[in-house]
């Protein structure tokens, strides 16, 4: 018998760990070099930031423990349009961020088989491949997409350690040289926008939420999978991030393409850096699996709550959101597919940009709701003021590129039923 919440405590934290480990750590520190102590510093505020609105939207889901996903309890507290708009705007930032996340891994896979990579074309081709893989994984049920996480969350943690290790060694042996910690009046050079930088790789510790209405217990579990997800990964981005950052020379890591294999590959070696490299790309396929898994979760539930169309309603006899799945699997390859240039890299960026903005709307809209409904009070507040930070260091053209995807939902919003909707077979 197919139950409809599969996940459990450790599924749940996995699925957690999962999207917040792919792609965006990898390529972190090279993003983060030219700012030295002060990275260090914007992850502190940003792991603080990220726990306080993890902290909310596991005392939301306690509260509200039978809701169809934090999305739906936005809706529910902040009326049907603002939670049309603020679905809709997590749900472009889902597909967009697989769009960058497939086009991650297969670079990371063409350092390993340089064919994959040798044309654009051919690049492109090899992200389309990975991402339509892992959305017939997900097609077949939640469950087996959830297995399919505990896995790669295991292998992904892999190049991690590996930078946590040598960088004990270092320090054992006396030969970690840091540098100076800068004058006070220039620590904050720079600050906001590294904290939108760092904030990047942490996006999805709502993962567990967004999805509760697949978690066993989601009044215990979601909780206890967000905070403790949040803790260990964040505890793990400050180490690796800032020991690449801080034991290797600016230059060298800022014009890398790949510092995590740059810097085992400095100690251990061109074969310890190839294995990196591809414990690199499985981290990446890892969080594309979770992300699929979201990208139909979420107009589902939703649906589920009336703030869409039946149509996005609509879920196969395994439960699974078929005509979802597709429908952003298949923006997501043309996006893919249109962007199929040298400039990769810079897509990439932008794409990560406009991804976080578009987050930061529905981290917003939780922590308002938390304060509506008098839960988590302080948390919440704290939440609004990094949010909004946030929102100022990523630049006015990220962000008001992003509140124009969130306008595009008002004609859903027009055609949304007028009752809530109850999930019919495709």
Do not use: H
């Not at 739906?72 to 507290?77: K, L, P």
């Not at 800032?242 to 995590?260: E, G």
């Not at 100690?267 to 294995?275: D, E, H, I, Q």
């Amino acid at each position: 018998m197919t139950t409809t919440r599969p996940f459990g405590f450790w599924t749940a934290t996995a699925l957690v760990v999962g999207g917040m480990i792919g792609s965006g750590i990898f390529m972190m520190p090279a993003a983060l070099a030219p700012f030295g102590w002060t990275g260090t510093l914007a992850w502190v505020v940003s792991i603080a930031g990220a726990l306080s609105i993890a902290y909310t939207i596991g005392r939301l889901a306690q509260e509200l423990p039978q809701a169809n996903g934090a999305v739906a309890i936005a809706g529910a507290e902040l009326g049907e349009l603002a939670g049309v708009l603020i679905g809709w705007s997590y749900w472009v930032s889902i597909w967009c961020a697989n769009a960058a996340i497939a086009i991650a891994a297969a670079s990371y896979l063409a350092a390993v088989i340089p064919v994959l990579g040798a044309t654009p074309a051919r690049g492109a081709l090899t992200a389309v491949a990975l991402l339509w893989l892992l959305t017939l994984l997900n097609l077949a049920g939640a469950r087996r997409a959830g297995q399919f996480q505990v896995l790669t969350t295991i292998l992904k943690l892999v190049p991690l350690i590996a930078v946590v290790v040598i960088a004990a060694w270092l320090g054992t042996r006396g030969e970690a040289q840091l540098p100076p910690l800068p004058a006070a009046g220039t620590l904050l050079g720079g600050f906001a926008t590294a904290v939108t930088l760092t904030l990047f790789p942490l996006v999805g510790f709502e993962a567990a939420g967004v999805a509760a209405e697949r978690v066993r217990d989601p009044a215990r579990n979601v909780m206890r999978a967000s905070m403790a997800g949040t803790l260990v990964t964040g505890l793990l981005y400050i180490l690796v991030c800032s020991a690449i950052v801080l034991l290797l020379p600016v230059a060298t890591v800022t014009q890398s393409s790949a510092p995590f294999a740059l810097f085992v590959g400095q100690f251990w070696g061109t074969g310890a850096s190839n294995v990196i490299a591809l414990f690199a790309a499985i981290a990446a396929i890892g969080a594309l699996n979770g992300w699929v898994l979201l990208q139909g979760e979420v107009p589902l539930g939703m649906a589920r709550a009336g703030l869409l169309p039946a149509w996005f309603g609509r879920v196969s006899r395994a439960d699974v959101p078929v005509r979802v799945l597709l429908l952003s699997s298949g923006l997501a390859s043309a996006l893919i597919l249109t962007t199929s240039s040298p400039t990769l890299g810079g897509v990439f960026q932008f794409l990560a940009l406009l991804t976080t903005c578009a987050c930061l709307w529905f981290y917003l809209a939780m922590c308002v709701a938390a304060l509506r409904r008098r839960v988590a009070i302080p948390a919440a507040l704290v939440g609004i003021g990094f949010a909004l930070f946030a929102v100022w260091g990523a630049g006015w053209e990220a962000s008001g590129l992003s509140l124009l995807l969130v306008a595009s939902a008002v004609p859903l919003y027009l055609l949304r039923p007028r009752a809530v909707v109850k999930p019919q077979l495709a």
